[in-house]
Antibody
């Protein structure tokens, strides 16, 4: 059974960099699939941030691309998110998820439980 | 403003059927597969439907998906109080701003 678990600081100061890690268990990242990040501001909908393959190939949301870096560590079976120059608008629950991206299809399954990151001084 | 348009809310009585629509364009739903997610209160989203109409293992056949042109529909039959949740559609957008996109979400109330 594939399980994902997000970890990282719950509070980040404005203009600083948000850093989160997603640990994967029950499945080897190197076996396939993309691995992605999705966020949800309080009381709002879902926003895809980006996804990475074990080879390092990435897709990023164009609206966030200039501030986002997603990396993968196959030796630790985990992947990470860095979002720079954060503002209050980046306050959200951040989810990691296994991602199918192939041609005309994309879906996310399963998801981690999510971690709330608040941007505040 | 979401790329995909969903009604903010729908409601129906227990045992009844409800449908949730998701409207897009030729750059997303019109030429790509659609997925649907259920988010129960306080929990992470869960995949309900992928590739327009396929159900992952463990998802009951009360949930169904369909697509026609640039719109997709999630159907839920035999409504239960436990189905009260937010539902999101998602797909790939192949425009210049390519990437995964979601609808704004629909809150289902089982009266």
């Amino acid at each position: 059974q594939v399980q994902l678990q997000e970890s990282g600081p719950g509070l980040v100061k404005p203009s600083e960099t948000l850093s989160l890690t997603c640990a994967v268990s029950g499945y080897s990242i190197s076996s396939g699939y993309y691995w992605g990040w999705i966020r949800q501001p309080p009381g709002k909908g879902l926003e895809w941030i980006g996804s990475i393959y074990h080879s390092g190939s990435t897709y990023y949301n164009p609206s966030l691309k200039s501030r986002v870096t997603i990396s993968v560590d196959t030796s630790k079976n985990q992947f990470s998110l860095k979002l720079s120059s954060v503002t209050a608008a980046d306050t959200a629950v951040y989810y990691c998820a296994r991602t199918m991206v192939r041609g005309v299809r994309v879906w996310f399954d399963p998801w981690g439980q999510g971690t709330l990151v608040t941007v505040s001084s | 403003q979401s790329v995909l348009t969903q009604p903010p809310s729908v409601s129906a009585a227990p045992g009844q059927k409800v449908t949730i629509s998701c409207s897009g364009s030729s750059s997303n739903i019109g030429n790509n597969y659609v997925s649907w997610y259920q988010q129960l209160p306080g929990t992470a989203p869960k995949l309900l439907i992928y590739d327009n109409n396929k159900r992952p293992s463990g998802i009951p056949d009360r949930f169904s998906g369909s697509k026609s042109g640039t719109s997709a529909t999630l159907g839920i039959t035999g409504l239960q109080t436990g189905d009260e949740a937010d539902y999101y559609c998602g797909t790939w957008d192949s425009s210049l701003s390519a990437g995964a996109v979601f609808g704004g979400g629909t809150q289902l109330t089982v009266l």
